[in-house]
């Protein structure tokens, strides 16, 4: 699995190019082998130095028999190709189909964005999003809620914060100039953003609707407060030169690539099967939730001990969320971990299936990637069936996973004991760059039920979770993130310092020059600021051989997007370590 992230350019390159070659080619033998048995049957007029494709013949030599044979399987498996890449193009013109858009409150959606445009900002302290005395006493370490001070302070252009927020949010815009953003190009974004519309046909809508009931004010109010952030007013009227330059997700096409179904489907299958296979026969068992058609799968073991204790001497059930790729084959490591390992066999582990971005192109759920009321839903029928209402549970998620792992946050406060999360995801714009993330533009976004999701299906105010809604955000033993420093689907250091205002620390000290290094590509869609000093949690002896993290922040400066995963990397077992109870363990010729 490490070849993977250690894989010259030239290698990425040419294995991407023989995959679209694999399925040309099996293009090639089916054509050819159509048009030699039209000749065969006079169907076609072939001159008699046509080369005829190997066919068996009571008279073949061993060798022609064989050479028969071979082409024989060749054209099955071509033609198997074939039919499934007309397949594969049918579906990817299914899902250019724009979503229904769900209705929601156009206040909550104000609120998602007055608190995104507050993060980095220092809170207010009669700001209604601070924490009340009462949820102070009922979890100190919940994290600190964004600032709306900015509403009646402007800040001024000139401020570095503001000036920071106008380079970045200009990615909407593909990265142009922030003067070249006028008011409608922006209102045309929020419609898109968060409505899922156009802006004219916003307008259309409005005329139908009392002036109480329409939307524009709505926006129009966004703007402002866009305004009052970024420290200047935006010029009225309309650019028409970022007419095609405005990134709209749901209107943008579905990028999906061609992928052979014997060479990754097929392989991908296999492997995943070979690992479900060792989770039942390690007594694990697969299950669906039975709330509503297509409900949540998911692999369960709880042990006969844990039954025969007495409820408030269980320890917490542990759920596993994987993210996005080939479902668990990136995960064999620590699935291991959690079906042999004597902590893993103390509790019940769950472990969640999602065919949507795990390329199981077949599963009925391909294209029906559950919303947050729905795996909310399956996942409160799986506490009641298993009795996890009364010990609570523990949740470990990686990338896509940590999406879920914040909905079961917002539905169960009160259930989750702890939280680890591994490389958390937020959407952008990213420009591939580096081998790294051409292959995983290949394999994982362009893969077609991922594309389908994250273009389709992906809805962000849904997925954001706010430092003050997490229980123990700031306190290590409960709440711990992992940042891949090259990690190109997010930017890892300005995460870092969203997790830093929001209230978290730091496990070890991070050098500037490594947590503020530019990762290569663009920002993600919360942004956050980078003019916080940096923490300097105190560390554990430096004459021992391993050192213990005082904060929640674990930094990766030279890991990509899933690499602390790979068998025998050190932060893995660090992560181990911390399920484990005995907090953040570092060797100290590491970070």
Known sequence: MSLIFNAPAFAVDVGIKLVYGFIGGCWLVVIYRMVSLGGQLAILPLPSSFPRYPAFSSTSTTTEYWLSLGGEILFAISLLEVIFSIYCLYLIRCAQALPHSTPRSLELLKDLIIHALGSGLESDPSSPYRRTTDEKEHDPDLGI????????????????????????????????????????????????????????????????????DATLPHLDELVVAYEKRVGVRLPDGYNEYLSDKTIRLFKDP???????????????????????????????????????????KYF???????????????????????????????????????????????????????????????????????????LTGDVNEVFEDLGFHETGVELLAHSNGTVVSGWIIK??????????????????????????????????????????????????????????????FRDPKRFIVLLSGKD?????????????DGGMTDAFPIPPDTSNSSQGHDEPLIQVEIDRPDSRPVTGNASTSERIGSGGILFDSGAAHGQALVPGHPYLKAIIGWLEGDGIRMKNDLQ
Not at 330 to 357: C, D, T
């Open 300 to 374: 369960v073991r709880v042990p006969d001990s844990w039954k025969k204790l007495p409820a408030d001497q269980r320890p917490p059930a542990l759920l596993f969320i994987h993210g996005i790729g080939t479902g668990f084959l990136l995960y064999n490591s620590l699935i291991k971990y959690l079906a042999f390992s004597a902590w893993g066999n103390e509790r019940p582990v769950m472990i969640f299936v999602q065919p949507h971005i795990s390329m199981e192109i077949f599963s009925p759920a391909y294209f029906l990637p559950p919303n947050e009321t729905q």
């Open 488 to 500: 190109a689907i997010i930017n890892a250091s300005r995460i870092r310092r969203y997790l830093l």
């Open 411 to 472: 539905a169960f406060p009160k259930l989750v004991k702890r939280c680890c999360l591994l490389d958390p995801i937020c959407f952008g714009k990213v420009t591939c760059a580096t081998r790294l993330e051409k292959l995983l533009r290949f394999g994982m976004a362009e893969e077609l039920g991922t594309a389908f999701y994250t273009r389709r299906r992906f809805n962000w105010a849904d997925a954001v979770l706010w430092p003050h809604q997490v229980p123990g």
């Open 254 to 296: 579905v990028r999906a690539s061609l992928r052979p179904l014997t060479l990754s489907y097929g392989l991908t299958w296999t492997a995943n099967e070979i690992i479900r296979q060792i989770l039942r026969y390690k007594g694990f068992e697969l299950k669906c939730c039975s709330n509503r058609k297509n409900g949540l």
């Open 145 to 212: 809620a964004p600032s709306t001070e900015f509403l009646t302070k402007p800040l001024p252009f000139d401020h570095p914060k503001a000036k920071d927020f106008r380079e970045n949010h200009s990615i909407w815009f593909q990265n142009c100039r922030w003067e070249d953003i006028y008011r409608e190009n922006h209102l045309e974004w929020l419609c898109a953003a968060l409505l899922n519309k156009s802006l004219e046909k916003v307008k259309e809508e409005d005329k139908l609707k009392s002036k109480e």
